[in-house]
């Protein structure tokens, strides 16, 4: 996820400097495969909070498993000391069996934290929908900077809200990926 993150950040200044020189064509390949990056890099953190909810549930289970086994011991020495009906032995195997019962209850409390947030590790969506509302309006201040002054007729204006269009579709479309 980081070295994605890396590239996406390499594919955005080449966004820039391609966007100076005024070859659109460059521009519009580095930006795509910045979004690719940025995509690619979020896959990857997802599949980690997966990965790490799945080891959280296989350690649930044999955590669940010691515990269980314990119980069985309890009970069967539980069972013993009701034969015998000793009182003291019936207290102490009581005070240890709530003890164990006290210490499962923080395990299972301890995964259910764990899993939860295992599973609140994706992005939020607004800052990725601020951050691409923020590279395009760069990208707009660019290009609008990099215009000569003679061509701001109606044959600019209509150039520029036909890119403006396109970027609007194509960032619909990566919300609606995302």
Same mark, same amino acid.
């Given at each position: 996820?980081?070295?994605?993150?890396?590239?996406?950040?390499?594919?955005?200044?080449?966004?820039?400097?391609?966007?100076?020189?005024?070859?659109?064509?460059?521009? #519009?390949?580095?930006?795509?495969?910045?979004?690719?990056?940025?995509?690619?890099?979020?896959?990857?953190?997802?599949?980690?909070?997966?990965?790490?909810?799945?080891?959280? #549930?296989?350690?649930?289970?044999?955590?669940?498993?010691?515990?269980?086994?314990?119980?069985?011991?309890?009970?069967?020495?539980?069972?013993?000391?009701?034969?015998?009906?000793?009182?003291?032995?019936?207290?102490?195997?009581?005070?240890?069996?709530?003890? %164990?019962?006290?210490?499962?209850?923080? %395990?299972?409390?301890?995964?259910?934290?764990?899993?939860?947030?295992?599973?609140?590790?994706?992005?939020?969506?607004?800052?990725?929908?601020?951050?691409?509302?923020?590279?395009?309006?760069?990208?707009?201040?660019?290009?609008?900077?990099?215009?000569?002054?003679?061509?701001?007729?109606?044959?600019?204006?209509?150039?520029?809200?036909?890119?403006?269009?396109?970027?609007?579709? #194509?960032?619909? #479309?990566?919300?609606?990926?995302?």
């Amino acid at each position: 996820s980081k070295k994605c993150d890396k590239e996406e950040k390499a594919e955005k200044a080449k966004i820039k400097k391609a966007i100076q020189k005024g070859n659109m064509e460059v521009a #519009r390949i580095h930006a795509e495969n910045a979004i690719r990056q940025k995509n690619q890099a979020i896959n990857f953190l997802r599949m980690s909070a997966r990965v790490d909810a799945v080891a959280a #549930r296989v350690q649930t289970a044999v955590t669940m498993g010691k515990v269980t086994k314990s119980m069985a011991g309890v009970v069967k020495s539980m069972d013993a000391t009701l034969k015998s009906m000793n009182l003291e032995k019936i207290s102490a195997l009581m005070d240890k069996f709530e003890h %164990q019962f006290e210490t499962l209850d923080v %395990q299972t409390q301890q995964m259910e934290d764990t899993m939860s947030n295992t599973t609140t590790l994706t992005t939020p969506q607004n800052q990725v929908d601020m951050l691409l509302q923020e590279m395009a309006d760069e990208a707009g201040l660019d290009l609008n900077m990099e215009l000569p002054q003679g061509q701001t007729g109606s044959v600019g204006t209509s150039v520029a809200s036909a890119e403006q269009d396109e970027l609007s579709q #194509r960032l619909a #479309r990566l919300r609606d990926q995302v």
